[in-house]
């Protein structure tokens, strides 16, 4: 069940009315019931692994907390880490690993066929295989108390708006929440609405219809050259981050509907003036669990220099795995790594004094990060070669490379005029804007004629301009 679906714009409303008309005791069961129903409608074979992973987790961190000996609770997390990353192994990376060795013994002419498995990949897997694993070791290091209700726990693994994409949420956060009796505000409820609203936007209108172009050079790379690879690999950037905090725009909205605060996961990341500043606004539910979870226990920047880029350059290396197995992911991550090792040898710093200074290093950091979603978005490392090594082919020309790339694009003057004018340039207005402000409740604060022109323009612009066609989000492959 898709967000940008029919089937959730009639779930989403049955569960809103039938949570706010139950008592409190109850609505744990509607939103479990509602979560594996949610989890169900994408394969139902597959809850069978959710479960798994919540049982193990529920009963580990119960024995954990129980037990005094610290030996008994390391062997009891050791249990916990080992049988969820292993279900992840499995089912995303066993065949990647096995294809690599394969690859790599035949450069040494010692040649074995692959025995992979061809698993279908559980949408959802990563997020909350994370998101169990972060509770039992917050249950291990004393940072949070096991759930002893088996019900509530397992809702808050599979709390359905964050279920399949995230954010990834802490224990101290969602978890509680689930408990507390809440009551109906509709401040909140209207406030949910709208940023669902705008998450629709970023979604359906700006990802979709800009996805179009992009699949049509990335598919098919060496059809093209010059500036529609440039133009692509650009679209791309403003796809998948509307795509990704589109989503999380509308988990955060439909949680809000239930009274449930989920975490901010993006905060205008293409603004940012250092790598380090955009890791901080980039998916931060992910950013903040390897930081937490990874970065520190390895030492940090508590350790020696050398140790210290070290402990950089796993992490990225390791969240670059996290994203897919393939080694154009494992390269995305090492180029992010790389970049922060630099960024720490020389010092840089945000620039906040300067304003000429920082437009230059967010211009900079945009192309870096540009630079890097090329080998994100190939299909293998030789495509992302390609797209590098032929990407201002015929610049010389400027008129004709322009020209040319945008027949080459399957686009025209007026389409690329749409795309830059009403895709990409409120998006910048918005997300400028909320660096110093809440744009959703300025806006709320205006008189009512104002307010209800800009939503039913909003409205309308979905409407007309969405693409056609229920189009999965990009982070459902991870």
């Known amino acids: 069940m898709l967000f940008n679906s029919l089937q959730y714009a009639i779930f989403l409303p049955i569960i809103f009315a039938i949570y706010w008309l139950l008592p409190h005791k109850y609505r744990w069961v509607l939103l479990f019931g509602a979560s594996y129903y949610f989890y169900m409608s994408w394969n139902v074979k597959y809850v069978v692994l959710i479960l798994f992973t919540t049982v193990v987790s529920y009963f580990a961190a119960r024995l954990i907390e129980k037990t005094e000996s610290v030996r008994k609770k390391k062997a009891l997390l050791t249990v916990t880490l080992v049988s969820s990353l292993g279900v ?7 065949d990647f690993f096995v294809t690599s060795f394969c690859d790599l013994m035949a450069k040494m002419s010692i040649y074995a066929s692959p025995k992979t498995l061809g698993l279908l990949l559980p949408v959802g897997i990563s997020f909350y295989t994370f998101q169990t694993l972060s509770y039992v070791i917050d249950v291990y290091r004393g940072n949070s108390k096991a759930e002893k209700h088996f019900g509530i726990f397992a809702t808050f693994i599979a709390f359905f708006p964050q279920l399949v994409a995230g954010p990834i949420e802490r224990t101290n956060n969602l978890l509680p929440q689930i408990k507390e009796e809440h009551h109906f505000s509709y401040e909140q409820a209207a406030y949910g609405m709208k940023i669902m609203a705008w998450g629709f936007f970023k979604k359906m209108v700006v990802a979709d219809n800009l996805a179009v172009y992009v699949d049509r050079v990335y598919n098919n790379v060496t059809y093209h050259e010059g500036f529609s690879l440039l133009a ?5 950037a403003v796809q998948i981050y509307c795509d990704f905090s589109g989503y999380s725009d509308i988990a955060r909205g439909s949680s809000k509907l239930l009274g449930i605060e989920l975490m901010e996961n993006f905060r205008s990341p ?6 380090k500043e955009f890791w901080s606004r980039w998916h931060i539910s992910l950013s903040t669990w390897f930081r937490d979870y990874l970065y520190i226990p390895l030492g940090g ?3 020696k220099k050398v140790r210290h880029y070290f402990n950089l350059l796993v992490t990225f290396l390791v969240s670059g795995l996290w994203h897919g197995a393939s080694w154009t992911f494992i390269i995305w991550g090492a180029i992010h790594g790389v970049a922060q090792v630099i960024e720490n040898i020389f010092h840089v710093r945000n620039e906040k004094s300067n304003k000429f ?11 870096f990060v540009c630079f890097a979603w090329i080998f994100f ?5 030789s495509e992302a070669v390609y797209v590098i090594s032929n990407m201002f082919s015929g610049i010389a020309q400027p008129v004709e490379y322009i020209r040319n790339g945008i027949a080459d694009m399957g686009m025209s003057i007026p389409r690329l005029a749409v795309a830059i004018g009403v895709y990409i340039v409120p998006l910048a207005i918005y997300d400028y804007a909320s660096l110093k402000t809440d744009v959703i409740s300025w806006v709320s604060e205006k008189p009512k004629f104002v307010r209800h022109i800009f939503y039913g323009a909003v409205v309308a612009i979905v409407v007309a301009l969405h693409a056609i066609g229920e189009v999965s989000f990009v982070y459902f492959q991870f």
Do not use: D
């Open 357 to 367: 200074k920082r437009i230059l290093s967010m211009i900079t950091v945009f192309v």
């Open 377 to 381: 978005r190939a299909q293998n490392l």
């Open 88 to 94: 992840l192994f499995v089912f995303k990376y066993f």
């Open 232 to 236: 692509a690999t650009l679209f791309f």
């Open 270 to 275: 293409y603004f940012s003036s250092t790598v």
């Open 301 to 303: 920047n508590r350790v």
